[in-house]
Structures are given as C-alpha cells and as structure tokens.
C-alpha cells in the first residue's frame, strides 16, 4: 500500500476488509505535515488560530471541520481516535482523560433520572462504584447479574432499562460473555449493549461486529502496553459517538495530546504483544494446573474451562490474565507472591512487565465475605497479569513460591 498518503479513517471503516488489523494499527491517522515528519507529531497546544474573522465564525458555527481547542478536539488525539476506530470497525471514536471518563461519558450521553442499567456483577471495581453510588445519585439504578446467565439478564430489563453492560472476559476470574445472544437481548428490548472491552483489545475480540453498540476502553492497560499514560476511549456509530463527544466537549474529561501520542505508538505493537501475551499465559495456565497446591486456574484458553469454546469462536486468542486458586488460602496466596524475586506485586495489568496481585486483601478488599463468595473471590486466588518476558522465568519466579507450599 502507498506509504506517502495518510489512511482516511471513514473510507476505511467503509472498506474495512481492504486492509488487516496490523496495518489499520501502524497505518490509519497518520498526520501530514510540511515538513514530511514520518512519525506523528505531537500538537501541543491550547487553541489553534484562525486566517480571519470568517474562518473563525465557520469553525464556531459547524460550517467548516477544523480544531478550535484541545477540549474539542486536537490533531494528535484526533489520529489517534481514527486509528483506534479503525481497528475496532467502528465509525467513530471518543477519546478520553481515562477509562472511567470513557464509562462516565457513555453514561451521561445515553441516560437521565429514572433510567436503569443491567450490568454484570464482574465488573471492573470502580466501575461498580461509579454506577451503584455516583449514577444513583442522579436517578439512575443498577441491577448487577451472573455475566452468563442470559435469564437473570432478560428478567432484569424493564421498561425503564436503557444500557446493558459488561466486560468479557471477565477480571479475576475469566469468565466469558456471549456477545451475539447478549446483542439479541438488548435489540429485542431496544436497549444498548456497552462492553468494555480492556481485556482483549481489537487485538483479540471485536465487540461490534458481534452486535455491541458501544466498545469503551481503558486505554491505561494494554493499548499503552507499558504502563506510562491514563486514558481511555469510546467506539460506536457516528450517530451515537456524537452524544458521546458532546458530553464530552461540555464537561471536559478529554484526554492530552501527549498521552494520544504514547497510545498511537502503543497500537503499533498491539497485535504483536496480546499474541505475546496469550501465548505464555496459556503455557503458564497449563503449567499452574499440574503444580501441588493449586486447586483450580482460571482461563478460558484451557480445555477445562466451562466456557472454553464460546472464547474460541468469539477471541482471536484468549489474553494475558491467569487466576488460580491455591488450597492453602491467604496463607499460601501471600507466600507464593512474597516469594518472587522480580514480577510487581501491584494490581495494574496490561503491561509489559508481568504484575501479581492477591484479589481478596487489593482490588477485592472492601467487599463483604458474602459479596466475596458471590464474585468468587477466594482467599486463596492469585492472579497474573502475564507480560513479555521471557517465559522460563516468569514461570521460574512463581515456581519458587509453589515449591514451599
Ligand atoms: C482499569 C480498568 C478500567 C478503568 O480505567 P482507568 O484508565 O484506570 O480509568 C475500566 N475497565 C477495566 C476492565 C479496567 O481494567
């Protein structure tokens, strides 16, 4: 393909299946410029300045597209919206200061006093608190549901439901959504479907064109890819990314030209690392089920686990994230992590850099008991947010632990 001419972003959501993933990630928005810069320029700026006082009135009036300000919009995060966009076969997308900007705006967009949301329980933790104290705040109530049992989600819509959402796979403990049978739900009852879809990035799993309406990002995980910048993203139709952007511009949770730059560059390699990254998870996975002391693992990409084949037929691989349960509870659980010598002991994930965290003390923690058995999260459960080194040693400092149990 010719290299000198910048990839429209609409042409290519109308002729996506001209090019492949791994080129709509290196290729789409890129930004020419009069010098010829290969790589994409960061605009640092406030405001952009106009030729004259009619140009200036066409711009605030719609007349004439054109950058006005950066809390509207900004040439770096503009590429970066059209090459996320093209990616995930969206029309459009919104970019945002974070991942929880990203779940805020689509809530505000789309719901107002009165409205209900049908989420499933496995949901990112703060997201469970944005919608069960902040929404609520506004008239807004949530019904929480077992991410895979389609009766709870059908009896849980009413007539005031407006928003299902959910995230597959699901964190700590892999579980899988059926995106299709969730799209016929949500059309049956007129109702939009939202994923977050932080987990498995276009890399892994396209959200709509299994029927979402609605893909938001964390792009702080593995879009970044190397745990340096806080952002996030909305994917959809031009139709509904425009209530999307007006929030936006209104209530100003934009994300920086700096940070748009770090996550264009982060999309380059996409592909590469989720490939990277699933391959020694699953190897992990494996290893994990044969060692003494471990009850049970968590991945879909194992042949054991319940909803292994949905995750084939609707993943391209299936993810970083390894959970396992150890039968000596929190006991084992801190002696497996206090024992490595170098995999971070924090929650973040998506990095290259493989992270361990124990779910039931961290993320987990301000649960109830009750509330923990219901999500299940055991005091034994560990989880792995598998990176890219080398996978002898990843396994070496983990093996260390299990050896003491
Ligand atoms: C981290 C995360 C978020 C929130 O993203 P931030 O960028 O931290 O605001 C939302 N959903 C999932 C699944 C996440 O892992």
Known sequence: MPTNTPVNAAAEAESSSEYGLETLAIRTGQLPTDEGSHGEPIFTTSSFVFKDAAQAAARFGGDEPGNIYSR???????????????????????ATSS???AILSTMMAFLEAGDEVVSSRSIFGTTNVLFDKYLKKFGVTTSFVAISDYEQWESAITSKTKLLFLETPSNPLCEIADISKLSVLAKKHGVLLVVDNCFCTPALQLPLSLGADIVVHSATKYLDGQGRCVGG????????????????RSAGPTLSPFNAWVFLKG??????RMQAHSASALRLADWLQDQPGVKKVHYAGLPSHPQHLLARE????????VSFELEGGKEAAWKVIDATTFLSITANLGDAKTTITHPATTTHGRLSDEAKLAAGIT?????????LEEFKDIRGDLARGISLL
């Open 72 to 94: 509207f919009s900004n040439p770096t995060v503009s590429a970066f919206e059209q090459r996320l966009a093209a990616m995930e076969g969206g029309e459009r997308a919104v």
């Open 99 to 101: 991942g929880m900007a």
């Open 233 to 248: 993203a909305v994917v959809g139709s031009n139709k509904l990314m425009e209530e999307v952007y007006g929030f936006l």
């Open 267 to 272: 999309l380059e390699t996409l592909s590469l």
């Open 314 to 321: 609707q993943q391209r691989a299936f993810g970083g994230i």
């Open 379 to 387: 005091d034994g459960l560990v989880r792995v947010a598998v990176g």
